[in-house]
């Protein structure tokens, strides 16, 4: 996704990054790796993930958590 996509984006959709509970220093390096959502990452296992630049386990482990809670509601 582009900057531009970011307009499209209602500000509450529990799928923005910005409307998890991740720390925000996971955000803001997901956010400098053009990543907006947490399906974004849904068909990447975590392999593919860490090949992405500023992405470690942490993250990845966070991001997985997260996913499964909202999945959960």
């Not at 997901?30 to 296992?45: E, H, N, V």
């Amino acid at each position: 996704m582009t900057k531009m996509d970011f307009g499209d984006l209602p500000d509450d959709d529990p799928d923005l990054l910005e409307n998890t509970a991740l720390p925000k220093q996971f955000i803001s390096r997901l956010r400098s790796a053009f990543y907006t959502r947490l399906s974004d990452f849904d068909d990447m296992d975590d392999i593919q993930m860490l090949r992405e630049p500023g992405i470690n386990w942490r993250i990845i482990k966070a991001v997985r958590s997260e996913r499964a809670r909202i999945d959960a509601k």
